[in-house]
């Protein structure tokens, strides 16, 4: 297992989680799990530290909203940066989004360049609590290396 934090796609179409699972593999992340529900996804959360989660909106039978609300409100996952994807853009999930927390919103198929910003932004971003001072400079740049400088 490597050192660098794996991240979580989370997507119930398996051709979308797989083709997400590669891309994101291919931009320079080395440890990358997929799954296909929420139930799943909150279970390895509990079980391992992820450096990002990407999650589609429309999951059955309960939906990436749902997913990301249980995050925001555990202490020990509420700071995991979160990323929710629609293959449609509808205003209002994306104001339920932004209420309940997510880091960013993206609409797939994914814009590559769009994609690495986003990517960067959100693993740049303060912690929402923390109980310790967090260091003002980034590492994740070292951990990631082909995203460029973050």
């Not at 990323?83 to 989004?97: K, P, S």
Request: aromatic residues 6%; contains cysteine.
């Amino acid at each position: 297992m490597s050192e660098t934090p794996a991240i979580l796609i989370v997507d119930d179409q398996p051709k979308l989680l797989r083709l997400v699972v590669e891309l994101m593999t291919r931009l320079g992340f080395p440890e990358v799990d997929g799954v296909s529900d929420t139930v799943e996804a909150l279970e390895r959360m509990r079980a391992r530290k992820y450096a990002l989660v990407i999650c589609d909106l429309d999951l059955e039978p309960t939906d990436g909203l749902t997913l990301l609300r249980e995050i925001r409100a555990d202490n020990a996952l509420m700071n995991t940066p979160f990323i929710l994807t629609e293959a449609t853009f509808d205003f209002e999930d994306v104001n339920l989004a932004h209420l309940a927390g997510a880091d960013a919103f993206l609409l797939k198929p994914f814009d590559i360049p769009l994609l690495k910003t986003k990517l960067k932004q959100v693993l740049n971003r303060r912690p929402r609590r923390r109980e310790t001072p967090m260091p003002m400079e980034s590492t994740l740049s070292q951990d990631f290396p082909l995203l460029g400088k973050l």
